[in-house]
T-cell receptor, first 114, second 112 residues
Framework: EAGVTQSPTHLIKTRGQQATLRCSPI?????VYWYQQALGLGLQFLLW???????NRGNFPPRFSGRQFPNYSSELNVNALELEDSALYLC?????????????FGPGTRLTVL | AQRVTQPEKLLSVFKGAPVELKCNYS??????LFWYVQYSRQRLQLLLR??SRESIKGFTADLNKGETSFHLKKPFAQEEDSAMYYC??????????????FGTGTLLAVQP
């Protein structure tokens, strides 16, 4: 069974630009989560999508947004990039059967903002 | 505030020595606690969760609600245990509580 996939592996942008990161969940998983892993800050929850809707949002500004498509894949968009947005962005997916369901993580997208 | 604290950035032990990775949490309610592990060049993966009370790869973790701790232990470390370990909590069942709150991680280095 294929795991969670993310693209691109690396992304280099300049300050003020927009970045789009993509995630494909494990087949059958309906929930997608986004996390940011910035240097020295650990993994921080960004967004949770399930069945095409945003279910929960972390403490990030509105320029971090995303969406989930009918096939349950997801995009994370970061507008007006700032230097501190440089980080590893991890996507995870899970079933949604009620209760906590194990989250399976992708390899991440390394975003560098110059 | 919801918080997970892992006080040690690096823990270095010799092969065969006992290991204890510390994790303390702050959460008002009944959280679920987890340990995730990331081996070199691999993706983050679940090691164990408190609710299942399993022993995975010789590791165990007991939830101590009085001390709000969830320390990870193994009696005899192996070189293949060298990895980054993250403690995490989730706010319990369903709804808007599925997000994971992670600690900053502890790098375990097992010396031969």
């Amino acid at each position: 069974e294929a795991g969670v996939t993310q693209s691109p592996t690396h992304l280099i942008k300049t300050r003020g630009q927009q970045a789009t990161l993509r995630c494909s969940p494990i087949s059958g998983h309906t929930s997608v989560y986004w996390y940011q892993q910035a240097l020295g800050l650990g993994l921080q929850f960004l967004l949770w999508y399930d069945e095409g809707e945003e279910r929960n949002r972390g403490n990030f500004p509105p320029r971090f947004s995303g969406r989930q498509f009918p096939n349950y894949s997801s995009e994370l968009n970061v507008n007006a990039l700032e230097l501190e947005d440089s980080a590893l962005y991890l996507c995870a997916s899970s079933l949604d059967r009620g209760g906590y369901n194990e989250q399976f993580f992708g390899p991440g997208t390394r975003l560098t903002v110059l | 505030a919801q918080r997970v604290t892992q006080p040690e950035k690096l823990l270095s032990v010799f092969k065969g020595a006992p290991v204890e990775l510390k994790c303390n949490y702050s959460y008002s309610g009944s959280p679920e606690l987890f340990w995730y592990v990331q081996y070199s060049r691999q993706r983050l993966q679940l090691l164990l969760r408190h609710i299942s009370r399993e022993s995975i790869k010789g590791f165990t973790a007991d939830l101590n609600k009085g001390e709000t701790s969830f320390h990870l232990k193994k009696p005899f470390a192996q070189e293949e245990d060298s990895a980054m370990y993250y403690c995490a909590l989730s706010g319990g069942y369903g709804g808007a509580t599925n997000k994971l709150i992670f600690g900053t991680g502890t790098l375990l280095a097992v010396q031969p």
